[in-house]
């Protein structure tokens, strides 16, 4: 997946091509002239569109069906998909979107800028400026929403998550002086807990 121009045209489309079939599918736009491509899950690729109107918007589009959805400008950046559930954001807030019950959400608590990193499953990571970064994990299918702890300083941050829960990112030490929050960061991983 990616962009490319149009023969004899200035314009560029999002399209999707296939390793096994050897076939690139144009995945159009939402009436106006430019469309990216930024992540797949199965069959669904999810990117921007300008619209006829020339505003931008987030899609969801179905490599089997041909069926492009409308995310709506909640999702104009940081497009990302996992099965059903795609995540994106509006430079403020990151929203949630099941594809297949039309249903969003606002990821976390509304408070500062919410960036989400990676999603896999239900479970998606990234970082909350309110106003320092911290590290979060939250869940499509309930809500739930955790900060993640630095190790002995004040900030982290977290940009991968795999199948089982488990994050990486880094996290910051304790303080080397009375002045700063932070000490050095290191590499991290968070450890989902599983109750005995």
Known sequence: MGTSSLVGDAVTHAFAYSLRTRTMTDLGTLGGRSS??????????????????????????????GTRTDLGSRFLIAQLISG????????????????????????????????????????????????????FV??????????????????????????????AGSAALPPTDPVTANGPFHAAVWVPHTGA
């Open 36 to 65: 990216t491509a930024n992540d797949i899950s199965g069959p669904t690729v999810v990117g921007q569109s300008r619209t006829a109107d020339n505003a931008l918007t987030g899609y969801a589009y179905d490599l089997r069906t």
């Open 84 to 135: 059903s559930t795609v995540v994106g954001g509006d430079s403020a807030l990151s929203t949630s979107y099941d594809l297949k019950t039309h249903t969003s959400a606002t990821i976390g608590t509304g408070r500062g800028v919410t960036e989400v990193k990676q999603i896999a499953g239900n479970t998606m990571v990234g970082d909350n400026f309110a106003p320092n970064s911290f590290a």
């Open 138 to 167: 939250a869940r499509a299918d309930n809500g739930d929403f955790t900060y993640l702890p630095s190790l002995g300083g004040l900030n982290s941050a977290a940009t991968q998550v795999n199948h089982h829960g488990t994050v």
